[in-house]
C-alpha cells in the first residue's frame, strides 16, 4: 500500500515542505530514496528499534520510501517520526486518514521517545502557508512553534501518541502561544 505523510526540510531561515512517501509490497528489501544524508538513512535502525520498544511490528516486506522533491538534500534524524508514521499506515497498522491533514517531524530514540528537532518555526511558518491544519512535533518544540497564527501545534512525547492519535484512539492536546499567554493574565 502507497502512503504519504509530511514533512519539512529547512534551509537557512526558510523550510520546503517534504512528501514522505512510503509503499509497502511484496519483497523483503528496506529502501530509502531522496537525496538523504546519513543520519536520514540511519533512521531504519531507529525506527525498528522504537517500533519494538512500543510493540508496533516492522513489516517484514519490500518498504520504499522516498523523500520528495528528490532534488532538495535530506539532513538529520528529524525524518524519523514522519516515515514511522507512513511505514504504520502503508503495512496497515493504523489508518492514514488523518495524516493528509498534519506535518510530522520529530527525531526518535531507540525507545520510541521522540527527541527535539532544529528548525521549528521555519516548518511551522511554511506548514501554515502550504495550508496544513497542524504540525506534531516533539514536546520540547511545541511552543516555539505555537508562535505561528492559525497554525495547530501538538507537542509529542513518543511514537505511540501520535499513532494513536491517526488512529483516532486518542486526542492530542493543542499548545498554545507563550505569546498570547502574556497577555491574557
Not at 519494538?52 to 535530506?74: E, M
Not at 521549528?120 to 511558518?125: R, Y
Amino acid at each position: 500500500m502507497l502512503v504519504k505523510s509530511f514533512g519539512a526540510a529547512v534551509q537557512g531561515i526558510d523550510a520546503t515542505i517534504i512528501t514522505i512517501e512510503v509503499n509497502v509490497s511484496s519483497g523483503i528489501k528496506f529502501f530509502l530514496v531522496g537525496l538523504p544524508d546519513l543520519a536520514v538513512k540511519e533512521s531504519y535502525e531507529r525506527i525498528l528499534s522504537a517500533f519494538n520498544h512500543k510493540g508496533y511490528k516492522f513489516p517484514r516486506k519490500q518498504v520504499i520510501v522516498n523523500l520528495s522533491p528528490a532534488d532538495i538534500r535530506k539532513a538529520g534524524s528529524a525524518y524519523d517520526l514522519p516515515i514511522a508514521m507512513s511505514i504504520l499506515c502503508a503495512s496497515e497498522e493504523i489508518p492514514s486518514d488523518r495524516l493528509k491533514d498534519y506535518a510530522i517531524m520529530g527525531e526518535l530514540s531507540l525507545d520510541g521517545s521522540v527527541l527535539p528537532i532544529k528548525g521549528v518555526l521555519p516548518i511551522a511558518i511554511k506548514v501554515k502557508e502550504a495550508g496544513f491544519r497542524g504540525l506534531i512535533i516533539p514536546m520540547e518544540n511545541a511552543k516555539e512553534a505555537s508562535v505561528v497564527d492559525g497554525l495547530e501545534v501538538y507537542g509529542v512525547s513518543n511514537l505511540t501518541e501520535v499513532a494513536e492519535f491517526l488512529a483516532g484512539k486518542r486526542e492530542l492536546v493543542q499548545t498554545t502561544s507563550p505569546i498570547d499567554n502574556m497577555f491574557s493574565e
